[in-house]
């Protein structure tokens, strides 16, 4: 209980701190960070795409995924 008490405090002092200039800095760098790895995943061949366990199928997938939706872990 104690561990989730304080993390709960620590994240919203980190949310009190942070002004709307830095968040929207943070949600564009992410946003182009998720647009960057996209494309690279695009240009990988077949053989590249089954070593980290992608078919073509879902690399297209990904890569057609809007610029703002990145994975939720990003945003901690």
């Known amino acids: ?3 989730s008490l304080h993390t709960a405090q620590l994240t919203y002092r980190q949310v ?3 002004g709307t200039l830095d968040r929207l ?3 564009i760098t992410l946003a182009f960070a998720a647009l960057r790895q996209r494309q690279h995943l695009s240009r990988l061949d077949d053989a590249a795409l089954a070593d ?3 078919s073509r199928d879902e690399a297209r997938s990904e ?3 809007p610029l703002w939706d990145v994975p939720a872990a990003w945003h901690r």
């Open 25 to 27: 800095a943070r949600a």
């Open 52 to 54: 980290i366990g992608f």
């Open 1 to 3: 209980m104690f561990a």
């Open 16 to 18: 009190q701190k942070e």
């Open 63 to 65: 890569a057609a995924r």
